[in-house]
């Protein structure tokens, strides 16, 4: 089975600018939640899609936005960049709500 | 608040010689315990897990971990670190029952293996 896919892996945007990055899971998983990961503030949870809903979401300004598709895969925008945005985005996806998370190796976006 | 803290930022050790990565959680009941590992550039890899059960849980690679509800602890062992074994090593709790799939990650243990 391919593991969780992401796209693109590298980014490179300026500030004001959007953003989109992509999410494939796992064939089957229909969970899929997004982490941030910086050197200063380590991983945090972003949000979860579940069924195409969002179910939870994590401490981030409205900025940072998701969703997902019929198909569980997901996306996730980020509006307006700051400098602060530079991080690790990573994507995981499970079988169900409850079950351990798979990640995939994320994408890197820097804001200049 | 469910909370993880690891309290190594870096370890070292020698190659074959044995590891201990200390993790303690702090969550009202019984918690989902993961170890994750991070290669430089990659994603997260799942160790292994804890649900219920055996407190004493396998995990891919030769790692183990025991987990201790009076000590709030669940650290991960290995009897023989490879220079392979490099790399960052994460602490995870959840998801909680009821809610969401949410992994609150500890800080992170660097592991550097000497030969």
């Known amino acids: 089975k391919a593991g969780v896919t992401q796209t693109p892996r590298y980014l490179i945007k300026t500030r004001g600018q959007q953003v989109t990055l992509s999410c494939s899971p796992i064939s089957g998983h229909r969970s899929v939640s997004w982490y941030q990961q910086t050197p200063g503030q380590g991983l945090q949870f972003l949000f979860e899609?579940?069924?195409?809903?969002?179910?939870n979401k994590g401490n981030f300004p409205g900025r940072f936005s998701g969703r997902q598709f019929s198909n569980s895969r997901s996306e996730m925008n980020v509006s307006t960049l700051e400098l602060g945005d530079s991080a690790l985005y990573l994507c995981?996806?499970?079988?169900?709500?409850?079950?351990?998370?798979?990640f995939g190796p994320g994408t890197r976006l820097t804001v200049l | 608040a469910q909370s993880v803290t690891q309290p190594d930022i870096h370890i070292t050790v020698s190659e074959g010689a044995s590891l201990e990565l200390r993790c303690n959680y702090s969550y009202g009941a019984t918690p989902y315990l993961f170890w994750y590992v991070q290669s430089p550039g990659q994603g997260l890899q799942l160790l292994l897990k804890y649900f219920s059960g055996d407190t004493l849980v396998q995990g891919i690679k030769g790692f183990e971990a025991e987990f201790k509800r009076s000590q709030s602890s669940f650290n991960l062992r290995k009897p023989s670190v490879h220079w392979s074994d490099a790399a960052e090593y994460f602490c995870a709790v959840g998801p909680v029952p009821g809610t969401a799939s949410k992994l609150t990650f500890g800080t992170g243990t660097r592991l550097q293996v000497t030969l």
């Open positions: 899609y579940f069924s195409e809903t969002q179910r």
């Open positions: 995981a996806s499970s079988p169900g709500r409850l079950n351990e998370q798979f």
